[in-house]
């Protein structure tokens, strides 16, 4: 299974995790994409993907129903990881290299719909395709090279978003940035000119501008992050994170103008 193959969107690479045969890292045109451990579908090695979880699991038990939209695919890592927590949840995975998908499904085994369904497409176009309160969460976390294609960062965007949002419902973003925070706050800007709540998880290097990584960010029109366990829990993990809430959001963001279609990122 190791190896070099070719998808629609360019070059990808399995390799195998060193010591555990069953761990395995998909990289997308050299960049890391996705690791999945076949053993162990509550295993999530990326950092940025078990904030987003955190944020899911502070909200609701996991006896809940939860409709979740997974924009962006790679190994379906998120999607297999809430089909296995969350036992009813229906997880609907869009990824633009339907050769990719293939290769995904053919190797990890995941679950069939409609625990897991993979929908290949562009992920703004399958968004506005969706019913209204349609879905309980919406993951972005589409990359092109080191960062989000713009039109995925819009006001405009978040529109469709929380059109197909059920009302207490969660977008969660996970941006990626240099140290100069400059996209992450104007990322910030347009998440908190569409929600009532925000919150943003990240490790405190990153914060303070010291190298290029990952925050995720949230929003809702329902309060964010309530469990007192929560901040503890991410202070503890194997990369301690802060947890910031709706007022540290909105001053991160503060003089930043939000993202339209009118005026895309430029990195």
């Not at 080191?146 to 405009?156: I, N, W």
């Not at 240099?178 to 009532?196: I, K, V, W």
């Amino acid at each position: 299974m190791a190896g070099e193959y070719r998808i629609d969107t360019g070059l990808a690479e399995l390799e195998p995790e060193p010591g555990n045969p069953d761990g395995w890292l998909l990289k997308i045109n050299g960049m890391q994409s996705s690791h999945i451990d076949l053993a162990n579908a509550s295993r999530l090695e990326f950092e940025y993907m078990q904030w987003l979880v955190s944020l899911i699991e502070d909200r609701w038990p996991t006896s809940h129903r939860v409709r979740v939209l997974h924009l962006g695919g790679g190994a379906c890592s998120v999607a297999r990881y809430l089909s296995n927590k969350y036992p009813d949840s229906r997880n609907t995975v869009v990824e633009i290299d339907g050769q990719l998908a293939e290769y995904v499904r053919d190797w990890f085994g995941l679950p069939r719909a409609p625990l897991l369904k993979i929908r290949v497409g562009e992920a703004r176009e399958v968004t506005t395709a969706l019913s209204p309160d349609s879905r309980d969460v919406v993951i972005r976390d589409v990359f092109s090279g080191r960062f989000t294609p713009g039109a995925l960062c819009t006001q405009e965007f978040i529109a469709q978003v929380k059109r197909v949002l059920s009302p207490e419902g969660i977008y969660l973003l996970n941006c990626g940035d240099a140290p100069a925070l400059s996209n992450a706050r104007r990322e910030a800007a347009t998440l908190a000119a569409s929600f009532a709540h925000t919150a943003l998880i990240a490790d405190p290097p990153m914060l303070k501008g010291r190298r290029f990584g990952n925050i995720v960010m949230a929003g809702s029109d329902a309060p964010l992050a309530t469990g007192a366990g929560l901040p503890r829990a991410l202070l503890a993990g194997a990369m301690p994170a802060t947890l910031w809430d709706d007022a540290q959001f909105r001053a991160f963001a503060r003089s930043h103008q939000p993202f339209s279609d009118a005026q895309l990122p430029s990195y």
